[in-house]
Protein backbone atom coordinates (compact mmCIF):
# COMPACT_ATOMS: atom_id res chain seq x y z
CA UNK A 1 0.00 0.00 0.00
CA UNK A 2 1.28 3.45 -1.36
CA UNK A 3 -0.04 6.36 0.63
CA UNK A 4 0.29 9.08 -2.06
CA UNK A 5 -1.72 12.39 -2.11
CA UNK A 6 -2.94 13.10 -5.86
CA UNK A 7 -2.77 16.46 -7.37
CA UNK A 8 -5.26 17.28 -10.17
CA UNK A 9 -2.12 19.98 -12.09
CA UNK A 10 -0.58 19.15 -14.40
CA UNK A 11 1.47 20.83 -17.82
CA UNK A 12 -1.75 22.60 -18.27
CA UNK A 13 -0.90 24.92 -15.78
CA UNK A 14 1.90 26.37 -16.30
CA UNK A 15 0.84 29.58 -18.82
CA UNK A 16 4.01 29.93 -20.50
CA UNK A 17 5.39 33.34 -22.41
CA UNK A 18 7.78 33.71 -19.57
CA UNK A 19 10.73 35.78 -20.90
CA UNK A 20 13.96 34.05 -21.56
CA UNK A 21 17.28 34.55 -20.69
CA UNK A 22 20.18 34.98 -23.07
CA UNK A 23 21.68 32.52 -25.18
CA UNK A 24 23.90 30.42 -23.07
CA UNK A 25 22.99 31.66 -19.59
CA UNK A 26 21.08 29.10 -18.56
CA UNK A 27 24.07 26.75 -19.58
CA UNK A 28 26.14 29.10 -17.57
CA UNK A 29 24.23 29.11 -14.31
CA UNK A 30 23.47 24.86 -14.53
CA UNK A 31 27.27 24.78 -14.58
CA UNK A 32 27.70 27.46 -11.67
CA UNK A 33 25.30 25.49 -9.74
CA UNK A 34 27.33 22.73 -9.83
CA UNK A 35 30.16 24.16 -8.41
CA UNK A 36 28.42 26.00 -5.90
CA UNK A 37 26.71 22.24 -4.56
CA UNK A 38 29.83 20.58 -4.87
CA UNK A 39 32.04 23.44 -2.83
CA UNK A 40 28.55 23.55 -0.19
CA UNK A 41 28.18 20.19 0.29
CA UNK A 42 32.71 20.47 1.78
CA UNK A 43 31.73 22.97 3.72
CA UNK A 44 28.25 22.59 5.17
CA UNK A 45 29.13 19.10 7.03
CA UNK A 46 31.73 21.87 9.40
CA UNK A 47 29.91 24.91 9.71
CA UNK A 48 26.43 23.64 9.83
CA UNK A 49 23.48 26.22 10.09
CA UNK A 50 24.79 29.34 8.47
CA UNK A 51 26.72 27.68 5.86
CA UNK A 52 23.53 25.81 4.91
CA UNK A 53 21.52 28.60 4.73
CA UNK A 54 24.49 30.63 2.78
CA UNK A 55 24.64 27.74 0.27
CA UNK A 56 20.48 27.45 -0.05
CA UNK A 57 20.85 31.46 -0.80
CA UNK A 58 24.03 31.17 -3.22
CA UNK A 59 21.82 28.15 -5.35
CA UNK A 60 18.92 30.53 -5.58
CA UNK A 61 21.10 33.89 -6.76
CA UNK A 62 22.82 31.92 -9.11
CA UNK A 63 19.43 30.29 -10.52
CA UNK A 64 18.66 33.74 -11.13
CA UNK A 65 16.15 33.49 -8.25
CA UNK A 66 15.40 36.56 -5.81
CA UNK A 67 14.12 35.89 -2.71
CA UNK A 68 11.26 38.14 -1.26
CA UNK A 69 10.73 37.85 1.99
CA UNK A 70 7.53 39.09 4.33
CA UNK A 71 6.33 38.58 7.82
CA UNK A 72 7.22 37.42 11.31
CA UNK A 73 10.54 35.10 11.61
CA UNK A 74 10.00 31.28 12.99
CA UNK A 75 11.39 31.32 16.36
CA UNK A 76 13.45 28.30 16.87
CA UNK A 77 11.43 25.25 17.99
CA UNK A 78 8.66 26.26 15.48
CA UNK A 79 7.11 23.53 13.00
CA UNK A 80 7.22 26.01 9.72
CA UNK A 81 3.77 24.57 7.53
CA UNK A 82 3.85 25.61 3.97
CA UNK A 83 1.99 25.10 0.56
CA UNK A 84 3.86 23.22 -1.85
CA UNK A 85 4.84 24.08 -5.42
CA UNK A 86 8.31 23.29 -6.13
CA UNK A 87 11.09 21.20 -5.39
CA UNK A 88 12.83 25.05 -5.28
CA UNK A 89 10.45 25.68 -2.07
CA UNK A 90 13.11 22.90 0.08
CA UNK A 91 15.94 25.76 -1.02
CA UNK A 92 13.51 28.31 -0.41
CA UNK A 93 12.78 27.49 3.07
CA UNK A 94 16.19 26.47 3.77
CA UNK A 95 17.89 30.19 2.98
CA UNK A 96 15.30 31.63 5.47
CA UNK A 97 15.53 29.82 8.72
CA UNK A 98 17.43 26.80 9.87
CA UNK A 99 15.12 23.51 10.03
CA UNK A 100 14.90 20.47 9.52
CA UNK A 101 12.73 19.05 6.62
CA UNK A 102 10.15 16.82 6.51
CA UNK A 103 10.00 15.07 3.04
CA UNK A 104 9.23 12.03 0.87
CA UNK A 105 11.93 9.34 1.12
CA UNK A 106 12.17 9.79 -2.67
CA UNK A 107 13.86 13.31 -2.56
CA UNK A 108 16.72 11.99 -0.54
CA UNK A 109 17.74 10.28 -3.98
CA UNK A 110 17.72 13.84 -5.76
CA UNK A 111 20.80 14.60 -6.80
CA UNK A 112 21.58 18.07 -5.10
CA UNK A 113 18.11 18.75 -3.60
CA UNK A 114 18.27 15.24 -1.64
CA UNK A 115 21.76 16.00 -0.73
CA UNK A 116 20.96 20.00 0.62
CA UNK A 117 17.44 17.97 2.26
CA UNK A 118 20.10 15.24 4.05
CA UNK A 119 22.40 18.19 5.22
CA UNK A 120 19.45 20.06 7.15
CA UNK A 121 18.70 16.64 8.98
CA UNK A 122 15.79 15.74 6.76
CA UNK A 123 13.12 13.70 8.44
CA UNK A 124 12.52 10.97 5.49
CA UNK A 125 8.89 9.86 5.07
CA UNK A 126 8.24 6.15 3.78
CA UNK A 127 4.77 7.04 2.02
CA UNK A 128 4.81 3.11 1.04
CA UNK A 129 4.98 2.38 4.75
CA UNK A 130 2.08 3.96 6.47
CA UNK A 131 2.29 2.00 9.75
CA UNK A 132 5.91 3.97 10.21
CA UNK A 133 3.49 7.78 9.94
CA UNK A 134 3.29 7.78 14.03
CA UNK A 135 7.34 7.29 14.44
CA UNK A 136 7.76 10.05 12.02
CA UNK A 137 5.40 12.11 13.63
CA UNK A 138 7.17 11.03 17.60
CA UNK A 139 10.65 11.93 15.26
CA UNK A 140 9.37 15.50 14.12
CA UNK A 141 7.64 15.96 18.21
CA UNK A 142 11.34 15.07 19.71
CA UNK A 143 13.21 17.57 17.23
CA UNK A 144 10.61 20.38 18.37
CA UNK A 145 11.36 19.73 21.96
CA UNK A 146 14.52 19.89 21.61
CA UNK A 147 14.51 23.30 20.32
CA UNK A 148 14.90 22.67 16.00
CA UNK A 149 12.27 23.65 14.14
CA UNK A 150 11.36 21.14 11.48
CA UNK A 151 9.51 22.71 7.99
CA UNK A 152 6.59 20.48 6.78
CA UNK A 153 4.58 20.22 3.71
CA UNK A 154 1.11 19.26 4.70
CA UNK A 155 -0.57 19.08 1.22
CA UNK A 156 1.42 15.71 0.77
CA UNK A 157 2.02 16.98 -2.71
CA UNK A 158 2.86 19.76 -5.17
CA UNK A 159 0.33 22.42 -6.62
CA UNK A 160 0.87 24.89 -9.27
CA UNK A 161 0.18 27.66 -7.11
CA UNK A 162 -3.18 29.25 -8.14
CA UNK A 163 -4.27 25.56 -7.20
CA UNK A 164 -3.91 24.21 -3.70
CA UNK A 165 -4.87 21.26 -1.44
CA UNK A 166 -5.91 20.89 2.38
CA UNK A 167 -3.38 20.63 5.03
CA UNK A 168 -3.55 17.00 6.24
CA UNK A 169 -3.36 16.42 10.30
CA UNK A 170 -0.44 14.35 11.38
CA UNK A 171 2.49 16.32 11.33
CA UNK A 172 0.26 18.84 13.28
CA UNK A 173 0.11 16.31 16.01
CA UNK A 174 3.70 16.78 16.99
CA UNK A 175 3.07 20.57 17.33
CA UNK A 176 0.40 19.83 19.73
CA UNK A 177 2.63 16.89 21.73
CA UNK A 178 5.78 19.25 21.86
CA UNK A 179 3.80 22.47 22.85
CA UNK A 180 5.15 24.22 19.76
CA UNK A 181 4.31 27.24 17.74
CA UNK A 182 3.04 26.85 14.23
CA UNK A 183 3.91 28.94 11.77
CA UNK A 184 1.82 28.55 8.36
CA UNK A 185 4.31 30.22 5.61
CA UNK A 186 2.77 30.84 1.82
CA UNK A 187 5.50 30.50 -1.47
CA UNK A 188 4.62 32.11 -4.29
CA UNK A 189 6.46 32.33 -7.60
CA UNK A 190 6.12 35.02 -9.67
CA UNK A 191 5.96 32.75 -12.99
CA UNK A 192 4.18 29.38 -13.16
CA UNK A 193 7.35 27.46 -15.26
CA UNK A 194 8.55 27.15 -11.28
CA UNK A 195 5.99 24.70 -10.54
CA UNK A 196 6.67 21.26 -10.37
CA UNK A 197 3.80 19.19 -11.34
CA UNK A 198 2.45 16.42 -13.39
CA UNK A 199 4.94 14.69 -15.38
CA UNK A 200 7.45 16.71 -14.55
CA UNK A 201 11.44 15.40 -13.71
CA UNK A 202 13.87 17.46 -11.41
CA UNK A 203 16.55 17.64 -14.47
CA UNK A 204 13.81 19.08 -16.68
CA UNK A 205 12.66 21.48 -13.99
CA UNK A 206 16.07 23.15 -13.49
CA UNK A 207 16.90 23.46 -16.65
CA UNK A 208 13.44 25.34 -17.50
CA UNK A 209 14.03 27.77 -14.46
CA UNK A 210 17.32 28.49 -15.33
CA UNK A 211 16.61 29.54 -18.67
CA UNK A 212 13.97 31.98 -17.23
CA UNK A 213 15.46 35.49 -17.85
CA UNK A 214 14.49 36.12 -14.01
CA UNK A 215 12.31 34.83 -11.86
CA UNK A 216 10.93 36.08 -8.06
CA UNK A 217 9.99 34.04 -4.93
CA UNK A 218 7.69 35.13 -2.08
CA UNK A 219 7.56 33.65 1.25
CA UNK A 220 5.10 34.99 3.56
CA UNK A 221 4.80 33.73 7.05
CA UNK A 222 1.81 34.07 9.31
CA UNK A 223 2.10 34.94 13.12
CA UNK A 224 2.21 31.77 15.16
CA UNK A 225 -0.33 29.71 16.35
CA UNK A 226 -0.11 28.30 19.68
CA UNK A 227 -2.20 24.85 20.51
CA UNK A 228 -3.80 24.39 22.99
CA UNK A 229 -2.63 21.00 25.42
CA UNK A 230 -5.18 18.13 23.93
CA UNK A 231 -5.85 20.12 20.60
CA UNK A 232 -7.30 19.01 17.88
CA UNK A 233 -4.79 18.29 15.11
CA UNK A 234 -7.29 18.79 12.28
CA UNK A 235 -8.84 21.79 13.30
CA UNK A 236 -5.39 22.89 14.05
CA UNK A 237 -4.44 21.93 10.02
CA UNK A 238 -7.71 23.81 9.07
CA UNK A 239 -6.79 27.15 11.05
CA UNK A 240 -3.20 26.76 9.59
CA UNK A 241 -4.52 26.44 6.10
CA UNK A 242 -7.03 29.32 6.33
CA UNK A 243 -4.22 31.01 7.67
CA UNK A 244 -2.39 30.70 4.14
CA UNK A 245 -5.18 32.22 2.68
CA UNK A 246 -4.84 35.44 4.44
CA UNK A 247 -0.95 35.25 3.72
CA UNK A 248 -1.91 34.55 -0.18
CA UNK A 249 -4.22 38.03 0.00
CA UNK A 250 -1.25 40.04 2.10
CA UNK A 251 0.60 39.10 -0.61
CA UNK A 252 -1.78 40.03 -3.78
CA UNK A 253 -2.07 43.45 -1.92
Known amino acids: MIWQPVSGCGDRCRVGGDEQAAPGTATLRLVTLAGVLLGGFLLVPLLRGAALRGLARAMLAVLGVRLVRCGPAPRPGSLLVANHVSWLDVVVLLAVTPARLVAKGEVGGWPGI ?122 LARAAHASLGVAGYRLAA
Open 114 to 235: GALAGLSGAIFLDRSRPKRLPATVAEVTAALRGGRSVAVFPEGTTFCGPERGRFRPAMFQAAIDAGAPVVPAWISYGSTAAAFIGDDTLWASVRRVSALRSLTVTLVTAPALRPAPGADRRT
